[in-house]
């Protein structure tokens, strides 16, 4: 079965970075994409990039651009999100999510890490 | 401000119907047949309902239902159950320079 499998939640002093992991398995990696999805405590969904596992190719939110990195890692089925230079409005749980394309929807999403940004 | 606009509520008791609107622009959910809807339970991770407007992924449940008419798209419940109740999102595909997928700000569902 597909499961996403992302890391533990993290505490970070503003400034700091973080890189969150998702490990994927049940399916080919490589034949999807992996987009980033953010929840801010109580708060809605917004979404953060893409990129695709057969060949590297990213598009990141606009407001995170030089912020944020996406990778991914094929021969351990595992993607990557670092964010830099953190926020305390950056607090949120960060999911990862399977799609397609870049048109399509996510049908599979990792459990979540909370990231908590605090002095 | 999400820029796709939902009901913060809805409320409907078992058995009842209920309609969830989401309100964008011809940039995006008038514009593309790219329209989703997610429900997330407390704690837990989103979980895809609809997808390109009125598709069920295999294992939803056929009460559940989508439609789009110009620049709102709607998610039909039919037959509430207790489980029903969660936070419901939609997304759509945007032409925006600036990023992808726009959502909606969420509407609490209440089973009464």
């Known amino acids: 079965q597909v499961q996403l499998v992302q890391s533990g939640a993290e505490v970070k002093k503003p400034g700091a970075s973080v890189k969150v992991s998702c490990k994927a398995s049940g399916y080919t990696f490589t034949s999807y994409g992996i987009s980033w999805v953010r929840q801010a405590p109580g708060q809605g969904l917004e979404w953060m990039g893409w990129?695709?596992?057969?060949?590297?190719?990213?598009n990141y939110a606009q407001k995170l651009q030089g912020r944020v990195t996406m990778t991914t890692d094929t021969s351990t089925s595992t993607a990557y999100m670092e964010l830099r230079s953190l926020r305390s409005d950056d607090t949120a749980v960060y999911y990862c999510?399977?799609?397609?394309?870049?048109?399509?929807?996510?049908?599979?999403w990792g459990q979540g890490t909370l990231v908590t940004v605090s002095s | 401000q999400s820029a796709l606009t939902q009901p913060a509520s809805v409320s409907g008791s078992p058995g009842q119907s209920i309609t969830i609107s989401c309100t964008g622009s011809?940039?995006?959910?008038?514009?593309?047949?790219?329209v989703s809807w997610y429900q997330q339970h407390p704690g837990k991770a989103p979980k895809l309902m609809i997808y390109d407007v009125t598709n069920r992924p295999s294992g939803v449940s056929n009460r559940f239902s989508g439609s789009k008419s110009g620049n709102t798209a709607s998610l039909t419940i039919s037959g509430l159950q207790a489980e029903d109740e969660a936070d419901y999102y939609c997304s759509s595909y945007t032409s925006s320079t600036t990023l992808d997928w726009v959502f909606g700000g969420g509407t609490k569902l209440t089973v009464l």
């Open positions: 990129i695709s596992a057969y060949n590297g190719n990213t």
């Open positions: 999510a399977r799609s397609l394309r870049r048109t399509t929807s996510w049908d599979y």
């Open positions: 011809s940039s995006d959910v008038g514009g593309y047949s790219y």
